[in-house]
């Protein structure tokens, strides 16, 4: 949210989710990245992987690239997902973020129609994402 959309957020890890591989894959590297960087051993979040079933299908045309190295290229979720991921955590803690994507002009369309369609299917939570959107734009 910090490096894609300028949101300021107060965060000591960074949620990861590979496109090729495995997290786990790279092994002693992580713990070797925080001592050369000077962060915590556990600054590598792997489950938000956990919860990427409620993206939509086309999450990908919204990524935004936020850094490209020479073996590694970080891409950002796009505004309208944070907002569906946001709503499907649905903690109190998550409420200001979700407002700040708010006012980020996203396209509602787009995270409605999403978390409708997780409802009709059951997923679990779907409903509850559904009164947490509903609640924050009344809230805004």
């Known amino acids: 949210m910090m490096l894609a959309h300028g ?3 107060r965060t000591t890890d960074v949620d990861a989710y590979p496109v090729q591989g495995r997290l786990e894959d790279l092994g002693p590297r992580i713990p070797e990245v925080a001592r050369e960087v000077g962060i915590a051993p556990d600054w590598l979040n792997p489950h938000f992987e956990t919860f990427a079933h409620v993206l939509p299908a086309d999450y990908g045309s919204r990524l935004r690239e936020v850094f490209a190295g020479e073996r590694l290229r970080v891409m950002a979720l796009g505004v309208e997902d944070l907002l569906v991921m ?6 109190e803690k998550d409420v200001g ?7 980020r002009g996203p396209d509602l369309r787009i995270v409605e129609r999403r978390i409708e369609e997780l409802v009709e299917r059951g997923v679990p939570g779907a409903l509850d994402a559904a009164d947490f959107l509903d609640d924050l734009r009344e809230g805004a």
């Open 7 to 9: 949101l300021p957020v």
């Open 86 to 91: 946001k709503c499907f955590a649905g903690r």
């Open 97 to 103: 973020h979700a407002r700040a994507l708010l006012r």
